[in-house]
């Protein structure tokens, strides 16, 4: 039986602010690890690439509003942040 990817304590280094910005990260965090398991298997942050982030943020924030992009890209930089990739975004 494996255990279920904790993404809380995988972030649990990089979150900072305050109380609601720690909590949105870690749900569109948990979001984003879904859709990309869904779509590549790859169910854990460490099995990621670049490509992989970049899909969700072309193809599946397409259509929605410039401030809901802008938030996932914060929430997708921290993720790169916390795999200490020097990966970069741009919107």
Known sequence: ??????????????????????????????FIQSEIAKRWQRSTPWAWQRKHLVWFLEHFLTGRSEATQYYYL???QLLARRLERPWVFKR
């Open 1 to 30: 039986m494996t255990k279920a990817f904790d993404m809380e304590l995988f972030l649990s280094a990089v979150l900072t602010g305050s109380h609601a910005t720690r909590h949105r990260h870690l749900r569109q965090a948990r």
């Open 74 to 76: 914060l929430t997708v």
